[in-house]
């Protein structure tokens, strides 16, 4: 066919939005080999991120806002886009200030906290008492009632990670919230807590896995892997696991404590999954996408899925970074994948 005899397509394009129909031959711009986000790597300084929550802790009262949350919005995201700090994960800091109570909800995304600042802070999981202490890793699985109080002095500082912009995005995102605190239940011993030990009538317990993992207990495991040869990627890491299913602590979401140790470069790597990275203790740099970026105590990183990144720990002292991933989700999809230099 030639310029001069070229068909008018117009009448047949415009009869097929009419009567709801896709040109399958118009959708596949931007799709090819690798997949792609528009999200970018980025860094929240924690200088920064503190002084905003502070402030929002000024202005914001907690009966306007119920959870005083500071979202990390990935500097990629498109106006209207559901994204957190990456495609599927929300990264923000909570501030708690001394005797508020962030009022008890459920909803379908899970939940996790690592604790960053203050004492005398509780958050009540399904009737559990959980206090909260620097360091501790908390976890909320989806559609467990929690509160959150706080009976100490000071501020309450923590960084809330959840699944919300995956759950958004497939317009699963319900919540019911209550103003009635709930009851608290006498507390269970740590072997039950922790399913080494069960019940075997009638209905099993609410809570079938540990809601808090201690900071003593993670270092300790580090510390103990520290004289091995560690991942090439990511050094000496451990996984947080549910020891009931020994997998990831949630459906949707796997978390690590990690130490790059002093003098370690770890080779590069990526993978189909995202990754939010909190720096706990010490600095370093981690180069993504070919860019170095320098990282110390208290800065957060989101890292989208499918951007090459390495850690180096160029410093005399450990350094220790907590981070949580999607990689459950993309992996019950089908769709897991690392390439790798190692
Ligand atoms: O503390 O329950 O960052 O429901 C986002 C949603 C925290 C919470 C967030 C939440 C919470
Ligand atoms: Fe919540």
Do not use: C
């Not at 706080?150 to 699944?163: A, Q, V, Y």
């Not at 003593?216 to 299913?245: C, M, V």
């Not at 720990?313 to 019950?332: K, M, Q, V």
């Amino acid at each position: 066919m030639t310029a001069d005899t070229a068909v008018d397509t117009e009448p047949f394009y415009s009869q097929l939005r009419e009567d709801h129909y896709s040109p399958l031959w118009q959708l596949m711009g931007g799709i090819g080999p690798e997949p792609r986000t528009n999200l970018v790597p980025h860094i929240w300084r924690w200088e920064q991120t503190r002084k905003l929550l502070m402030w929002a802790g000024e202005v914001v009262p907690l009966e306007d806002a119920l959870r005083r949350v500071l979202g990390f919005r990935n500097p990629g995201s498109r106006p209207d886009q559901r994204t957190g700090a990456t495609d599927s994960l929300w990264a923000a800091v909570q501030l708690v200030l001394p005797g508020e109570v962030a009022p008890p909800h459920r909803h379908t995304p899970s939940a996790l906290r690592f604790i960053i600042e203050g004492e005398g802070a509780y958050t009540v999981v399904n009737g559990q008492r959980v206090p909260m202490e620097v360091g501790d890793f908390l976890l909320t699985p989806a559609m467990h009632w929690h509160e959150h109080g706080h009976e100490g002095d000071g501020p309450m500082i923590w960084l809330d990670g959840l699944d919300s912009p995956l759950i958004s995005r497939m317009n699963q995102y319900i919540i019911e919230e209550t103003d009635d605190v709930q009851g608290v239940e006498k507390p269970f011993p740590a072997a039950y807590a922790h399913g080494l030990l069960g019940k075997t009538w009638g209905q099993p317990h609410a809570l079938t896995q540990p809601l808090v993992y201690k900071l003593s207990d993670a270092l300790a495991a580090l510390d103990h892997l520290r004289d091995g040869e560690g991942d090439p990627y990511d050094d000496i890491i451990i996984e947080y696991k549910n020891p009931t299913t020994g997998g990831p602590v949630m459906t949707t979401i796997s978390a690590y404590l990690q130490l790059v140790r002093p003098g370690v470069d770890t080779k590069a790597h990526r993978h189909t999954h995202s990754a939010v990275y909190h720096v706990v203790r010490g600095s370093g740099y981690s180069i993504i996408d070919g860019k170095r970026i320098d990282w110390a105590t208290g800065d957060t990183i989101a890292i989208p899925l499918w951007y090459e990144h390495s850690h180096h720990n160029p410093t005399g002292e450990d350094a220790i970074l907590f981070s949580y991933t999607d990689r459950p989700a993309i992996t019950a999809l089908g769709l897991w994948r690392e390439r790798g230099n190692a």
